[in-house]
Each structure stands twice: as C-alpha cells, then as structure tokens.
C-alpha cells in the first residue's frame, strides 16, 4: 500500500517552481526476499506534514492492525478494541510513552504522536501482541507493501534524505539514512537490506 500526500506546492506553476516526481523504492531483505511493512521516509527541506486522518490502529484477533502504521507528526491516533475481551496498549518508546489501561470491546482510546521516531506498541495482557507507529517529520512517507515496495508521488526534485525502517535493518533505531538527489524525471532505486 503506498500513501499519497499531494504537494500544495504543485498549485504554483510559475517558472521556476520546483518540479515534483516520484520517488520509487523496492526494499529486500538479506535473503533477497521483498521486504514488505518497511517505511519510506523522503525528507525534503521545506516541506511540512499534513494531518489526514483518521488514523487507526485496531486490537484485533489478538494483533495490532495494521502491524506498522505511518503518521505525520501531531497526528491523533485512535486505538479501537475490536476484540472481546480487554487489552491494556503501552508503549516506552522515546518517542512516545502511553499507557491505555484495559477497556474492552469496541470501546477506544486516543494517543497524539508529536514527536517524530518509532513507537513499539506492546499490550500487557497479550505478550504476543506487536505493533509499530512510524512519526514521520516528513510529508513524503509510507509503507512497503507485499511486493517490499512503495511509490511516493509529487516529491520536490532536489536533495533530500532517505530514511529506511525496518526491524530487519541493524543499525541503530532500525533505521538506514541516505542522501539522495531526485531528478525532475523522477527517483528509483532497489535497496537491499543487509545483516
Ligand atoms: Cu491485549
């Protein structure tokens, strides 16, 4: 699934507005499978985040669902129990601490993320249960779908900085940082995760 935030700027095209591509990633792991629920982050300088929600992380079958969700930051995200019985949602991430204590069935709670980073989620009944929220500081981010891809539209051409996460990336954060340069043509690259 590819989100796809439109560029307010693309409204001005007066000479010597900033041309706007795609940006293309395919994203495998070291066994050269796709890596699919990686994030794509495409900081551009300049370009602010826009809220458009609702943005949902459900309790589900025991799981959290989706299993990585995306959001700017700033964005409110509301954490249904669709299961019937309660679920107690945490987090001790740096970049976001919340305890939602047990509620139960279709009942819900809301959490603000205003700080950009990973949120690991866990809930205290079920051990088992494991979700990420990616707070992105940039408007230009989603997730690799099954095919370990994602398709990000209308980034402004130029430099910018990519930022991979993944669980399957060792580096500090599960996160790879590059520089990039997006031609007007637009940007496509296959990135392959190592051990
Ligand atoms: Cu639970």
Redesign the pocket.
């Known amino acids: 699934m590819s989100i796809r935030f439109p560029l307010f700027a693309l409204a001005c095209l007066s000479p010597g507005a900033v041309q706007a591509a795609t940006v293309t990633i395919d994203l495998r792991g070291p066994d050269g499978s796709p890596l699919a629920d990686a994030v794509v982050m495409v900081e551009v300088p300049g370009a602010h985040v826009v809220q458009r929600g609702p943005y949902v992380m459900e309790?589900k079958s025991?799981a959290f669902q989706p299993h990585v969700l995306v959001v700017p930051i700033g964005a409110t995200v509301s954490f249904p129990n669709r299961d019937a019985f309660r679920?107690?949602v945490y987090s001790f991430s740096k970049a976001k601490k919340f305890d939602l204590k047990l509620y139960g069935r279709d009942e819900t709670r809301s959490v603000v993320f205003d700080q950009a980073g990973t949120v690991a989620l866990g809930?205290n009944?079920?051990d088992s249960?494991s979700g990420f929220i990616i707070v992105s500081s940039t408007p230009y981010a989603a997730r690799t779908d099954k095919a370990g891809r994602v398709t990000i539209a209308e980034v402004p051409a130029g430099g910018a900085r990519l930022r991979v996460w993944s669980p399957a990336i060792h580096a500090p954060d599960n996160m790879m940082v590059q520089a990039i340069t997006i031609a007007q043509s637009g940007f496509a690259t296959s990135i392959v995760v190592r051990r």
Do not use: D, E, K, L
């Open positions: 309790q025991i679920h107690h809930c009944i079920h249960m």
